[in-house]
DNA sequence: ACCTCATATGAATATCTGTTCATATATTAA
DNA sequence: TTAATATATGAACAGATATTCATATGAGGT
């Protein structure tokens, strides 16, 4: 049986320490990747990029996507739940808008880089 | 059984309109999930932030990270299919590197915005 | 040629994710 | 109160994903 290891180790140990000390923590790794995991589904980005203009309520957000309100409904409980968007009822409406400065700047870098 | 529809529609057109002028066209949006997908991951986004100070070999990855050669190589596959990186021989060695220059921007405005 | 080390890869598996369907809740109008 | 509209939500299901395990490939060294 094969052992999964490297044997010879460390074979650039000045790279392997300079990388050592620049490495995040775990936490922020993992919360990284959850604002990653966010903006990496096509509805999720949408729903996003929509909201860049404008607050809007669910029932535009339906004529304005063309998926399914449960779906959207789902998708923004789940942008909510990361604090990405916040919420505000009206009447029988419920008004979505962003609660985050950074998720436009990180969007519009993407898109620049999707472009080339 | 109900239908899926909001029977209002439009109820504000002048924020409609402005935010469908606005919108991608789909390929844009699938194209930037891609990217967020592959920054979606721990795993990766260590590989990734570990490439930003150095060309690495599988090796060395290994002694970084802790996770298993064949995790690594098959997130190195992913990131490589992917463009987000590019590799290059050396004897027994593959040497991994970044492919992007947008990366790093946008990694260091999601480690600003994880860190306010 | 043989052995060893570095890396890659296919299959299997467990987990996660997005959508749909059906239904619940809540607000307003009649 | 009843009906209708807007939104939310739980369960189920299909598809995607990350890891592991076993093994393959390929390059040097002996």
Redesign the interface.
Known sequence: MKV???K?????PE??S???S???I?E??????M???M????TR??IL??L???E??V??L???LEV???AISHQLSNLKQTRLVKSRKSGK?VFYSLN?N??A???K???????E
Chains 1, 2 share one sequence.
């Open positions: 999964d290891v490297c010879t180790q460390q074979i650039h790279i392997l300079k990388v050592m620049t490495l995040l775990d922020e790794y993992e919360a990284m990747s604002i990653f995991k903006l990496s589904d096509p980005l949408k990029s929509a860049f203009v404008s809007m309520c029932c535009d339906q004529e304005v399914s309100q449960s409406n985050d950074h998720i700047q990180i969007f870098q993407t898109l620049e880089h999707v472009r």
